[in-house]
C-alpha cells in the first residue's frame, strides 16, 4: 500500500486524542467537552480517508475541507480545555501543534487542488 504523509499524521494525531480523552474522562470526570474533542479530533483522519477514496477532484476537495474545518474545532476544543484546567499546557503545546501543521498541510492541498480546477 502507497503512504500517505496526511493520512500518517491524521492517525497518529486521533490516537493521541483518543488517548487524551481517555485521562481526561478518568482522571477529571469530564464527558462533555472531552467528548466533542474526540469527535473532531478523530474526524479529520476519517475525512482524509473518505478524500483518499473520492471519485472526482471535487469530491476530493470537498473532504479534505471538512478535514480543515474539523482542525480548526480541534484547536479549539483543545485550547478550551487547556484554560479550564483539563489538560496541561506542555500536553496542550504538543496536540496544538499537531493540529496546526495538520492544518497547514490540509490548506495546501486544498488550495493545490482549487488552483488545477482553474
Same mark, same amino acid.
Given at each position: 500500500? =502507497?503512504?500517505?504523509? #496526511?493520512? $500518517?499524521?491524521?492517525?497518529?494525531?486521533?490516537?493521541?486524542?483518543?488517548?487524551?480523552? /481517555?485521562? #481526561?474522562?478518568?482522571?477529571?470526570?469530564?464527558?462533555? #467537552?472531552?467528548? /466533542? *474533542?474526540?469527535?473532531?479530533? !478523530?474526524?479529520?483522519? %476519517?475525512?482524509?480517508? =473518505?478524500? *483518499?477514496?473520492? &471519485?472526482?477532484?471535487?469530491?476530493? %476537495?470537498?473532504?479534505?475541507?471538512?478535514?480543515?474545518? $474539523? !482542525?480548526? =474545532? !480541534?484547536? &479549539?476544543? *483543545?485550547?478550551? *480545555?487547556?484554560? !479550564?484546567?483539563?489538560?496541561?499546557? $506542555?500536553?496542550? @503545546?504538543?496536540?496544538?501543534?499537531? %493540529?496546526?501543521?495538520?492544518?497547514?498541510?490540509?490548506? @495546501?492541498? #486544498?488550495?493545490?487542488?482549487?488552483?488545477?480546477?482553474?
Amino acid at each position: 500500500m =502507497e503512504r500517505n504523509l #496526511i493520512a $500518517e499524521k491524521s492517525f497518529e494525531f486521533a490516537v493521541n486524542i483518543v488517548r487524551l480523552c /481517555q485521562q #481526561i474522562q478518568k482522571s477529571h470526570n469530564e464527558f462533555v #467537552i472531552s467528548r /466533542q *474533542l474526540l469527535k473532531s479530533g !478523530t474526524s479529520i483522519g %476519517a475525512n482524509i480517508e =473518505e478524500a *483518499l477514496g473520492g &471519485y472526482s477532484k471535487k469530491d476530493f %476537495a470537498a473532504k479534505m475541507s471538512i478535514s480543515y474545518k $474539523e !482542525t480548526r =474545532e !480541534t484547536k &479549539y476544543w *483543545l485550547k478550551l *480545555l487547556n484554560s !479550564t484546567n483539563f489538560v496541561e499546557n $506542555e500536553e496542550f @503545546k504538543v496536540l496544538y501543534n499537531q %493540529a496546526d501543521e495538520l492544518g497547514r498541510i490540509l490548506y @495546501k492541498i #486544498i488550495q493545490n487542488v482549487r488552483s488545477q480546477d482553474n
